[in-house]
């Protein structure tokens, strides 16, 4: 599918690079927002990626619609001929799965939910065809995902996992969503995973939660103390299974500003990537460990 | 200089400008719903137009102020009172220290701008003094006001008082409210009755309407052209896959419901999107009340434009008549 233009509005030029969400639309809009970015258009003011498209607000005092429809074209096509790699970070984020916290949320709203009978990750499982939760846990953690879009609310992640269209995980959200969500659930709507960053209404299925807060007003919190918001588009995320007793420990050293989660400045190629996605993440996660 | 918050009305903020350069994050532009008369406020009272003042949505708050100051109230039509004496709207008046701001019911309208001279003086959060509550950012400790807070008050210019806004400055929404649409985004979706009868049909202003979005009801139900969804897109037809939302895009969230989305906005998600209100028509959708009729006007970017220059050309007036 070409990419598509379209305004909105007087102030925003909307950007779709497919209808469909995949790895591939997702490096062009990104390597897009990129190239818009870089290019520093006169009267741009704020470039949003998303998942498969993105988005641009300009000033229509300064620059004219169609001058910024006519700029961005050009920067597609360098786009397309520009090598597939982004330099980005990989982060490790720990997940207390099957938590008491969220457990207690989805039982709440059992009855906005399509299997009243089960919990979210039951559901998840069998829907997605795994023997039990075990083995949906070890993929969901197993393979490492792309942060694609920042936003909904403050820095929450919608995330993409780095695996095969058949591999990927697919729920739908809540029959009617749900009037509260711990903060930092870890849920899954979609073909997307997310993090929620603050507690409130949400609609996705939850998996379990992590001790790691990704968005702090207040920037307290010692990672967080240079900008407020963790999450960045094009990050890339791998899932660590913890229990009980590590998830209070982290918790606990978040408080006593002695967290501080395990980051790697990464170069991705998509190319690479492509000719052997087990290896690739392999070898990603590796360097999570410093290898 | 303080103010002392004896009640908070309603729902009452600071809010300036906004924080733009922050929505790829998730947090959005938020401000004054209604800018221009945000703006006007603060000139009335010798501030820059984007100092901090207070937006009360339907009902007034009640103030003390602990010294003698300059105050404006434009937007709606909600008379201010200064120990029970009435004031003027959209002029600037004077409040003794130890006096008390109230106001009379609402009019016209559903927003006020109380400015100040010297502006409120909360701290800067992102390079804005506004409130973003699901983020408990900015404005004052995050939140909406409540008894007993106690907002710091910068140092005024010494401005006059009487200073006053002529009506034919005044901006409110006439009745039924024309919104000006530019059709676009995900608008190819709907099916062709859906594109005429979204147009043809009067709306009404649902009781969900906030600073975050304004919702809709009344009109038809929108039909979508039939198509297999596409992959991460979801099961409903007017599921995308999630992308981000203009401020001012019109969703409609299974063909029932247009929402507006507004200062506030959330940033992003998966419902399609049929067209965006146009700059120039925004603030009006801040002065609306639940229940006020409501048509869409299609119009085309030049008409857009057209209608921003207009806009433009009324704030140079406004500045102009004020200097």
């Known amino acids: 599918m070409p990419t598509r233009y379209t305004f909105g509005g007087d102030e925003h030029l909307f950007v779709e690079c497919s209808d469909e969400m995949s790895l591939e639309a997702f490096f062009k809009s990104l390597s897009m927002a990129n190239g818009v970015k870089e290019s520093g258009i006169k009267g741009i003011t704020e470039i949003c990626p998303a998942n498969a498209s993105f988005q641009i607000k300009f000033n229509p005092d300064v620059i004219k619609p169609d001058d910024v429809l006519r700029e961005v074209r050009a920067i597609e096509g360098a786009a397309e001929r520009a090598e597939p790699v982004i330099r980005t970070r990989i982060v490790e984020i720990p997940v207390f799965y099957n938590d008491p916290w969220t457990h207690e949320t989805l039982m709440r709203f059992r009855e906005r939910h399509q299997e009243p009978s089960g919990t979210d990750l039951d559901y998840a499982t069998r829907i997605n065809g795994y023997g039990d939760v075990e083995d949906f846990v070890a993929a969901h953690s197993g393979s490492p995902w792309f942060v694609s879009m920042v936003g909904f609310v403050a820095g929450l992640p919608f995330m993409y996992q780095m695996v095969e269209r058949q591999r990927q995980i697919q729920v739908p959200k809540y029959l009617r969503p749900r009037t509260d969500t711990p903060r930092l659930t870890v849920g899954h709507g979609g073909c997307f995973g997310c993090i929620y960053s603050v507690r409130g209404a949400g609609g996705y299925q939850m998996f379990g939660i992590t001790p790691m807060p990704i968005f702090d007003p207040t920037q307290t919190t010692s990672y967080l103390r240079d900008f407020m918001v963790f999450f960045r588009p094009g990050d890339v995320v791998k899932f660590k299974p913890i229990d009980r007793d590590a998830y209070d420990q982290a918790v606990e050293d978040v408080d006593k500003g002695r967290f501080s989660p395990p980051v790697r400045e990464v170069s991705f190629d998509l190319r690479e990537f492509q000719k052997d996605i087990t290896g690739y993440n392999i070898r990603l996660e590796g360097m999570i460990n410093g290898h | ?323």
């Open chain 2, 1 to 323: 200089m303080a103010i002392k918050v004896l009640h908070h009305g309603l729902a009452t903020t600071v809010q300036d400008l906004g924080r733009p350069g922050y929505f790829h994050l998730g947090i959005p532009l938020g401000g004054a719903m209604d800018r221009y008369a945000m703006r006007a406020a603060n000139l009335l009272v010798g501030n820059e137009e984007g100092a901090a003042g207070l937006e009360t949505v339907f009902l007034g708050p009640k103030l003390e102020f602990t010294e003698d100051t300059l105050v404006a109230v434009t937007g709606a039509h909600m008379p201010a009172k200064v120990d029970g004496v009435e004031q003027p709207g959209w002029t600037a008046f004077p409040v003794r220290a130890g006096q008390t701001l109230t106001f009379d019911f609402l009019k016209s309208g559903a927003r006020i701008y109380i400015a100040v001279a010297g502006g409120i003086d909360v701290p800067l959060a992102l390079g804005s003094r506004s409130t973003y509550p699901i983020g408990a950012l900015g404005g004052y400790n995050g939140r909406p006001l409540q008894p007993g807070d106690e907002l710091p008050v910068g140092v005024g210019n010494g401005s006059s008082e009487g200073r006053s806004v002529g009506e034919q400055l005044r901006r409110l929404p006439a009745a039924p409210v024309a919104l000006r649409v530019l059709p676009g985004l995900y608008w190819d979706r709907l099916a062709d009755e859906a594109k005429q009868s979204f147009f043809a049909d009067e709306w009404k202003v649902a009781p969900e309407a906030d600073r975050m979005g304004y919702r809709f009801r009344g009109g038809r139900k929108l039909s979508f052209i039939e198509r297999e969804q596409p992959f991460g897109a979801g099961s409903d037809p007017s599921n995308i896959v999630d992308s981000c939302y203009p401020y001012g895009s019109i969703q409609v969230p299974g063909g029932t419901e247009p929402i507006i989305l507004h200062r506030d906005a959330v940033s992003g998600g998966g419902y399609f999107m049929l067209g965006t209100v146009i700059s120039a028509d925004m603030d009006l959708i801040g002065q609306m009340q639940p229940h006020t009729p409501t048509r869409f006007v299609e119009v085309t970017m030049d008409e857009a434009l057209a209608a921003r220059t207009q806009e433009n050309a009324r704030l140079e007036a406004l500045r102009t008549s004020l200097r």
